[in-house]
Nanobody, 126 residues
Framework: QVQLVESGGGLVQAGGSLRLSCAASGRTASTGAMAWFRQAPGKEREFVAAINRSGGITNYANSVKGRFTISRDNAKNTVYLQMNSLQPEDTAVYYC???????????????????RGQGTQVTVSS
């Protein structure tokens, strides 16, 4: 089993930045790709960004390209989401997910995740 714990959320003004962290513990050697998703009030959960095991390949939702950067530190079993130029529409609960099988980043969905975090709230004020 792998446990995922997100942190770094909070309240920020529009145009500001936040960095989210997702720390993995347990059988982390089994984890491959990792991803971030978000869910705004009244909306469905949506994909934000994903990164492969080595960190050399990333994928982003069009809505965050150029503003968000996903990265990982395998020595610390942690994946990060650097969020810049935040806008009110980025307000959501952000979730981390991990995948234990080799999966193309383009195929990543919340439903296919093997492990999921509990989420961290990000609120962007206008």
């Amino acid at each position: 089993q792998v446990q995922l714990v997100e942190s770094g959320g909070g309240l920020v003004q529009a145009g500001g930045s936040l960095r989210l962290s997702c720390a993995a513990s347990g059988r982390t050697a089994s984890t491959g790709a990792m991803a971030w998703f978000r869910q705004a009030p009244g909306k469905e959960r949506e994909f934000v960004a994903a990164i492969n095991r080595s960190g050399g390949i990333t994928n982003y939702a069009n809505s965050v390209k150029g503003r968000f950067t996903i990265s990982r530190d395998n020595a610390k079993n942690t994946v990060y989401l650097q969020m810049n130029s935040l806008q009110p529409e980025d307000t959501a609960v952000y979730y981390c997910a991990a995948y234990s099988t080799t999966i193309p980043l383009a195929w990543i969905t919340w439903g296919r995740a093997d492990y999921r975090g509990q989420g961290t709230q990000v609120t962007v004020s206008s």
